[in-house]
């Protein structure tokens, strides 16, 4: 289901058992820098205002992009979900090394961008469960030739996406949805 009211796109999942709002005008830019040390997603020592940033500042909310790239250490990679997560975007910039993202039980990970990119992946990503990876009303999502995604979680909502965003976008989607 699908809503649009004025400078704010809607989205309904019944699958993640939640309403989310995503009001573009306040979007902002979250870069993953790890430098909280636990890789908590939730941890606002373990986001940056720019990519390479060495403070804190609020982890990423509904309206935020999200970016994964190569301003994090090697070591730093590895991110854990705990809570219910949705943002308007997440991109995995290139930079020679990928990422991990963990989801709890119980827990969904939620891209809403609607009609431009939900998740993209210049690098190689994994996304393991045992928590749920939802893209929003069709986002549109690619993965760069040559790179990987890979979604070892459950895959909830019915909602229409593509798997690709441009000519440059012909990697491999791995779905095994345990």
Do not use: C
């Not at 045992?130 to 990987?148: F, I, R, Y």
Request: charged share 15%; aromatic share 8%.
């Amino acid at each position: 289901m699908r809503f649009l009211a004025h400078a704010a796109a809607l989205a309904v999942s019944s699958a993640a058992g939640f309403f989310a709002a995503v009001p573009e005008a306040d979007a902002a830019d979250r870069y993953w820098t790890g430098l909280g040390g636990d890789g908590l997603w939730s941890n606002t020592a373990n986001w940056g205002s720019t990519s390479g940033s060495t403070t804190g500042v609020s982890v990423p909310g509904s309206g935020d992009v999200v970016y994964l790239d190569n301003g994090a250490a090697a070591d730093q990679r590895n991110i854990i979900i705990t809570s219910n997560v949705t943002v308007n975007r997440t991109e995995v910039k290139p930079g020679g090394m990928g990422y991990t993202i963990t989801i709890n039980d119980g827990v969904t990970f939620q891209a809403v961008n609607r009609n431009d990119t939900g998740i993209y992946v210049d690098e190689d990503l994994i996304i393991n469960g045992p928590g749920s990876v939802h893209l929003g009303p069709d986002a549109n999502s690619g993965v760069l030739t040559g790179k990987t995604l890979t979604i070892n979680a459950k895959w909830v909502g019915t909602n229409i996406f593509e798997l690709h965003r441009n000519a440059n976008s012909k990697g491999v989607w791995l779905f095994t949805n345990p």
